[in-house]
C-alpha cells in the first residue's frame, strides 16, 4: 500500500514562532487532507488539498501533487495549536484513507 | 447541523466478548468509514461504505465486521475480543465516497 511520512516526529514551540510541518507519499492520490487531533481525541479537518495552495487564518498548505509531498505552515503559533498534526492521503487504486504517523506538536507560553 | 457522532463514547470489555459500535453521519452524508487508531499511532482504515454497500476494507481479521443502513449509519463490530483491539475507534462521513472526511469523538474500547 501507499507509505505516508511525515517529519518531524516532535516539534517545541515557542508562543509566536512559525513552523513547517511536511508530509511525503509514495504514490499519486486523489486526495490529500491535514487534520489536527486535540488531546481528547477529535480529528479536526484542517485542508483539503490534492494540489496547490489554501490558506485559513494562520495554517496554510501546499501540496505538490507531482513531487508527491505536502507542506502545513504553521504562523505565530499559540498554546491553542499544541496537538498532533495528521496528513492523509487517498491512493488513486483503492478506497483506503492512508494516515501518516503524525508530528506532534507543544507551543510553550 | 450535528456532526458525526458516535456511541458509546467508552467501553470496557474481556477478552472474547464482543462489541457493536455505532455510528451516525453527518445528515445528508452517504459515505461511512472507520478507522481504528492505536495509542501513538495514526488511524488505521478499517471498512468505508458509501450507499450501503461495502467500499473498501483494509488488513483487518475477519473478527471485524460492519454495516450500514437505509438512514446511512453504520455499526461496527468486533467479535472474540484481543487485548490488542485496545484502542480508539473512529467513525468518518462524507458527502459522496471520495470527499473531505469528518471525523466524530471516537469510542475508546479498553479490552481486559
Known amino acids: 500500500g501507499i507509505q505516508v511520512e511525515q517529519s518531524p516526529p516532535d516539534l517545541i514551540l515557542q508562543e509566536g514562532a512559525n513552523s513547517t510541518l511536511r508530509c511525503n507519499f509514495s504514490?499519486?492520490?486523489?486526495?490529500l487532507q491535514w487534520f489536527h487531533q486535540n488531546p481528547w481525541g477529535q480529528l479536526i479537518n484542517l485542508f483539503y488539498?490534492?494540489?496547490g495552495t489554501k490558506q485559513n487564518g494562520r495554517l496554510s498548505a501546499t501540496t505538490v501533487a507531482t513531487e508527491r509531498y505536502s507542506l502545513l505552515y504553521i504562523s505565530s503559533s499559540q498554546t491553542t495549536d499544541s496537538g498532533v498534526y495528521f496528513c492523509a492521503v487517498d491512493p488513486l487504486t483503492d478506497y483506503k484513507l492512508s494516515f501518516g504517523a503524525g508530528t506532534t506538536v507543544t507551543v510553550r507560553a | 447541523d450535528a456532526g458525526v457522532t458516535q456511541s458509546p463514547t467508552h467501553l470496557i470489555k474481556t477478552r472474547g466478548q464482543q462489541v457493536t459500535l455505532r455510528c451516525s453521519p453527518i445528515s445528508g452524508h452517504k459515505s461511512v468509514s472507520w478507522y481504528q487508531q492505536v495509542l501513538g499511532q495514526g488511524p488505521q482504515f478499517i471498512f468505508q461504505?458509501?450507499?450501503?454497500?461495502?467500499?473498501g476494507r483494509g488488513n483487518f481479521p475477519d473478527r471485524f465486521s460492519a454495516r450500514q443502513f437505509p438512514n446511512y449509519s453504520s455499526e461496527l463490530n468486533v467479535n472474540a475480543l484481543l487485548l490488542g483491539d485496545s484502542a480508539l475507534y473512529l467513525c468518518a462521513s462524507t458527502l459522496g465516497a471520495e470527499e473531505t472526511q469528518y471525523f466524530g469523538p471516537g469510542t475508546r474500547l479498553l479490552v481486559l
Open positions: 461504505y458509501y450507499e450501503k454497500e461495502e467500499r
Open positions: 504514490d499519486s492520490v486523489n486526495n
Open positions: 488539498i490534492p494540489s
